[in-house]
């Protein structure tokens, strides 16, 4: 399974439930609070991308 960010196979079970390696999920985190700041918007382009990759794992 890839991470949903980077695209590196995931090897930590923790990991894989989360679908994110431990640095993307830290810097995901880091972009939620920076979006927060800015009033919490997240474009429908971020959705969409993500929606599409949660997709292509999940086959």
């Given at each position: 399974m890839p991470c949903l960010r980077c695209g590196r196979k995931l090897s930590?079970?923790?990991?894989?439930?989360?679908?994110?390696?431990?640095?993307?999920?830290?810097?995901?985190?880091?972009d939620k609070k920076k979006s927060e700041e800015l009033g919490g918007k997240t474009s429908d382009i971020e959705k969409n991308f993500v929606d599409e990759l949660k997709e292509m794992v999940s086959q």
């Open positions: 930590n079970p923790l990991s894989k439930k989360r679908g994110y390696g431990n640095s993307c999920y830290a810097k995901l985190g880091a």
